[in-house]
């Protein structure tokens, strides 16, 4: 345990070297300390004083460099008044959903997507707080442990300023051959060995990359592997969001596999961007507003010419031009329309939206999702014969002639009804000229809608099923209308393939007994809290045909399934059930 002068000179020292690279930090005041204390009731240690006497949350006017990715990564501090906050929150989450939270965790660091940077008050370790995963990596020792790995790696980035040749002078060869087949192991491998020859610490991170794709799902290594993956790209993280944005998980043997572009400026650069994404596999244009011209151009760019799918946004004056070039007519398209400001009122805009969703579709539209968006929108789609994406998700409100029309053609291979859908979607479904829907994903929705959808003479031939409960559930009613609609599909011949998340042990052992799982040959279980061996044991009773299992309780599972293979199952795993 690092002695408390030591301590507060540790991270005084690192708050200096980061405010000297233009990072701020909060001023904590007393009344936020008391807060805090009251929320625990108990005296707080000195390193926690210590602490937010130092890092009491980021200043809004701070400039993100490299040193503060390096040293936070995705997490950001978080002040003495919203650690409060965050302990009053996840202490009193009990359901299915969310991991448990120990009454002992304080959150020093979040990452904006309900996982926490904790420090243990009874071990006086820092650890990672995953809502819905149940991995707790001890991240450091204690908090002097975490300042001397910080100021090492702030000497590591002062002695490598200047080798960044991977994001300054590339070797375009090499990387042009990466670019041309990104399943090429060898030439990643090559190419990681120029970098070493330079200097460029981005090699080591390539080398991890690829000794992730060789383990895979293989735990604990893969665990231990994606921690140590996600720990080097920290430095990085600030060359890749000049682009856009790319978690470690979004990543490829070092490379990003899936990048949401954020920067317009940088988009006058685009054939510049294959250098950085060579394996360039999903880009998202959601997210930036340009013109169509710039679109057209973006579209034609050489970097996107190994994508094989794009995300498009709600640009009704940009998405015809966009969806109607060439390069974008080869890729699979996710057309999302968003519209919670109405901005497809005006009957000129929500003819270019239908023209554009029209046009993408001749050119491989794969998967539209509509959230938000008028009926009378609904309603000419539903009516436009040549509108048949293989996937529609509806993301709640209203369906208009959507359904019946969409599904009357056929062609729809995936559906997914996802936040507050509607009774009257689950009218349509039950319909009898609904009569096939190969892959189903539901979540959320209504206790009404939920049974009503059990009704459906399709769920017979859903070879492939997804329920996802709620994130924060307040109705066990809906929770168990979710439970029935799994069994009904079961006991009908359907569910094949079966993933179910944020099914506890109790739920899945009731799915199990009411013959939900009879039939199902790939099983794939997220986030099942309370899962014991007996749960595991109705399971395999229950599932007879069974011959794959993904579960992150794959220790807890070995001889409880003859003759099925298990994988593990978590958020940053490489392998992905394929339905």
């Not at 243990?120 to 819905?132: F, I, K, N, R, S």
């Not at 790995?149 to 980035?157: K, P, Q, S, Y």
Request: glycine share 8%; hydrophobic share 45%; proline share 5%.
């Amino acid at each position: 345990m690092t002695e408390p002068d030591d301590l507060a000179a540790a991270l005084t020292a690192v708050r200096d070297q980061l405010a000297a690279r233009g990072l701020r930090f909060g001023t904590v005041s007393p009344d936020d300390v008391e807060a805090l204390q009251a929320v625990f009731e108990q005296p707080l240690p000195e390193a926690v004083h210590t602490w937010f006497a130092l890092f009491d949350g980021v200043d809004d006017a701070s400039t993100l460099t490299t040193a503060s990715f390096a040293v936070f990564g995705n997490w950001t501090p978080i002040s003495a008044r919203r650690s409060a906050a965050d302990r009053e929150l996840k202490g009193g989450m009990r359901n299915e959903i969310c991991q448990p939270w120990q009454p002992w965790w304080l959150a020093l660091m979040e990452n904006g997507g309900g996982d926490s940077l904790v420090l243990d008050l009874q071990t006086g370790q820092l650890l990672t707080y995953w809502h819905d995963w149940n991995n707790r990596h001890v991240e450091h020792a204690d908090l002097g442990a975490w300042a001397a790995a910080v100021l090492a790696e702030l000497d590591e980035l002062a002695r490598t300023a200047g080798r960044d040749v991977h994001f300054t002078e590339p070797n375009r060869d090499l990387l042009a051959a990466i670019h041309r087949n990104p399943d090429d192991l060898g030439a990643i491998a090559v190419y990681a060995d120029w970098l070493a020859e330079q200097g460029d610490p981005y090699a080591e991170l390539i080398r991890v990359g690829l000794r992730r794709t060789e383990v895979r799902s293989k735990r604990p290594e893969a665990d231990e592997l994606y921690m140590e993956y996600e720990r080097l790209s920290k430095r990085f993280r600030a060359h890749i969001e000049a682009w856009g944005y790319c978690e470690p998980y979004q990543q490829r043997n070092g490379f990003p596999h899936e990048l949401t572009l954020t920067a317009a400026d940088r988009l006058v650069d685009t054939d510049e961007l294959w250098l950085v994404a060579p394996g360039l596999h999903t880009v998202d244009v959601r997210h930036v507003t340009l013109a169509a011209a710039d679109f057209r151009r973006l579209s034609d760019s050489n970097s996107l010419s190994q994508v094989r799918h794009v995300h498009l946004g709600a640009q009704p004056a940009a998405l015809a031009a966009f969806a109607s070039a060439p390069r974008v007519q080869q890729l699979s398209a996710d057309f999302r329309v968003f519209d919670p400001e109405g901005a497809y009122s005006r009957p000129a805009d929500l003819q270019a939206a239908a023209d554009a969703l029209q046009r993408a579709h001749v050119g491989g539209l794969t998967r539209c999702e509509l959230k938000e968006v008028p009926t009378a929108l609904l309603d000419a789609l539903g009516a436009n014969p040549t509108f048949a994406p293989r996937q529609l998700r509806l993301d709640g409100g209203a369906v208009g002639g959507l359904l019946a029309g969409v599904l009357t053609r056929g062609g729809v291979a995936a559906l997914e009804l996802t936040g507050e859908w509607s009774l009257d979607a689950s009218r349509s479904l039950a319909e009898p000229w609904v009569a096939s829907v190969p892959r189903l994903v539901v979540s959320g929705g209504s206790v009404a809608a939920v049974r009503r959808l059990q009704d459906a003479r399709f769920l017979a031939t859903v070879a492939s099923l997804t329920v996802q409960l709620l994130a924060y559930p307040d109705d066990a009613a809906l929770r168990q209308e979710s439970v029935q609609l799994v069994v009904r599909t079961g006991r009908q011949g359907g569910g094949q393939w079966m993933s179910l998340r944020y099914f506890s042990g109790p739920l899945l052992a009731q799915v199990a007994a009411g013959g939900g799982l009879a039939h199902t040959e790939v099983l794939s279980i997220w986030n099942a809290r309370e899962m014991t061996p007996d749960h595991l044991q109705a399971i395999a009773r229950g599932a007879p045909e069974l011959k794959t299992l993904y579960t992150s309780e794959v220790a807890l599972a070995e001889g409880v399934f003859d003759g099925v293979e298990l994988v593990a199952r978590n958020r940053f795993h490489l392998d992905e059930p394929a339905s």
